[in-house]
């Protein structure tokens, strides 16, 4: 399952309905309503016991497996603080063509549009957020932020945000600040940091230290020379398939799809939300029995332009 991340709830179901083994891409919803449905339906997979792999990819590297397994000896202590990143230029932007109509138009450009992709904090950052929350070994229990528009906000970036800036609260008392920004010439990192009673993480440079900054661990691979992960999750799948076992990934992949979810809600509204409040919400971002000629839930104005969240302004549903 590739397809924009807004029509995953359905086609898991449907998927699970069918008795199939399942893989798919991260996030699994795009609002917290498509969440509980995966969760749902995760409960039936579960039952048949089929398999269902997500593309947190990260979970299948061997370098994260390897330095994981450092944390949970307590090499770094217990997890405090971190800093997860997702800072890029951005994506691909495909121009309105001639006579197209509104919901072809934002299929083509599924990105820029939160029924269909959550933002870029949901669809893309939720990979570091999914790290923390993997080596934290916790789901947050609450989050505060700030982001907005500064420079991608023509009438061809949609609605979604080109910065945002997170702090999530853990239940043992670990703050991560999350950060995640699509604006070019501007310094790019894609990483995860922890810092915990004992010493430090980085996990782009694979290396744990002490609290005097002495190097207590080096993860013995050199970039390149580990399998690939998104080859990796896909071997894993196909050998529990034949092996009548059964790997079970949905439950975490709408969970932390949820964290993604309670971030952009903490920054559309510039509220303190919690997890709880968040799995709670009534917003429905995705109509049902949509098709090329339904009209799409977000429209442009007059003047082209869609509707932007305004923290302080924007309320929580």
Request: aromatic fraction near 10%; proline fraction near 5%.
């Amino acid at each position: 399952m590739a397809t924009p991340p807004g029509f995953r709830p359905l086609h898991f179901k449907y998927a699970i309905d069918h008795d199939k083994h399942v893989f798919m891409e991260k996030p699994v919803a795009t609002d917290a309503h498509g969440v509980r449905q995966v969760l749902e339906t995760a409960k039936v997979a579960s039952q048949k016991k089929l398999n269902v792999v997500v593309g947190l990819q990260r979970r299948y590297q061997y370098s994260y497996l390897n330095i994981l397994k450092q944390v949970r000896r307590g090499l770094i202590g217990k997890i405090t603080s971190g800093q997860v990143r997702w800072n890029s230029s951005g994506v691909w932007v495909k121009e309105r063509q001639p006579n197209q109509t509104e919901m072809n138009y934002q299929m083509r450009n599924w990105y820029y549009f939160n029924w269909l992709c959550g933002d870029h904090i949901v669809e893309q950052h939720i990979h570091n957020i999914d790290v923390a929350n993997w080596f934290i070994n916790e789901y947050p229990i609450s989050a505060q932020g700030m982001g907005g528009r500064e420079v991608r906000k023509g009438k061809d970036h949609g609605e979604i945000f080109d910065h945002h800036f997170v702090e999530f609260i853990y239940p043992g008392g670990a703050v991560i600040s999350s950060q995640c920004r699509h604006q070019k010439n501007t310094m790019k990192r894609v990483d995860e940091v922890f810092q915990g009673t004992k010493g430090s993480l980085e996990m782009g440079k694979g290396e744990i230290t002490d609290l005097e900054g002495r190097s207590q661990y080096k993860y013995p691979s050199k970039l390149g020379e580990d399998p690939n992960p998104y080859q990796v999750e896909h071997n894993l799948l196909f050998d529990s398939i034949r092996e009548r076992k059964v790997i079970s990934d949905a439950e975490n992949g709408a969970m932390s799809t949820l964290t993604a979810i309670l971030g952009r809600m903490a920054t559309y509204t510039g509220k303190k939300l919690t997890f709880d409040q968040v799995m709670k919400s009534k917003q429905k971002l995705v109509p049902e029995n949509m098709n090329w000629d339904s009209t799409p839930p977000t429209l442009p104005d007059s003047n082209g332009y869609y509707e932007i969240p305004t923290p302080g302004k924007t309320k929580f549903i």
